[in-house]
């Protein structure tokens, strides 16, 4: 009788917790599955805007060039400051739930667009900076030639974006 009331008592408990157990928000459910898309695209970005950092950065002259014509010309240029009031959410975050995650990481992906969108944006606003850009570019893709290696497209589309 013991095992009966047992067994009965465990199906009903059974029964009753499939009922009860909360299911996730199809809504998180979908921002979980928009924040994996958006990562890889995120360090994309990242590791575009780190090249062409890079690209300039290593030729002391294109780089002096570059500072020249930013402080001659830096009141035409926006500057992005991180959650600058362009992208700055206005509420509290809760890092642990889904939709904020995503709302983060959007929020990121605009700034990061920005930001690259601006410096490749700058290199032909200037003749003397994009003609010293694009010796830089020929005398890198010749070197990477020779090395076997294909010249990242990241340069190139600043060279196509003059042609534009």
Known sequence: MFALFQNI???FKKYFSNLWVEKEDPLDTEARIECERLRPEIEELKR???LLDTFINERPELKNKCLEYYHKYKHF???NQRGSPRTRL?????LNN???QLNILEVEKID???ELDQRIDFIPSFK???ALFEKHVLEAEKAAKGAGNVFPLLLTQALE???D
Do not use: G, H, R, W
Request: charged share 40%; aromatic share 16%.
């Open 9 to 11: 008592s465990n199906d």
């Open 98 to 100: 889904p939709v904020d």
């Open 48 to 50: 575009k805007t780190f």
């Open 161 to 163: 974006n003059k042609e």
């Open 112 to 114: 990061l667009e920005y």
């Open 90 to 94: 206005a509420i509290d975050l809760d």
């Open 77 to 79: 240029f926006i500057k």
């Open 128 to 130: 003397e900076v994009y």
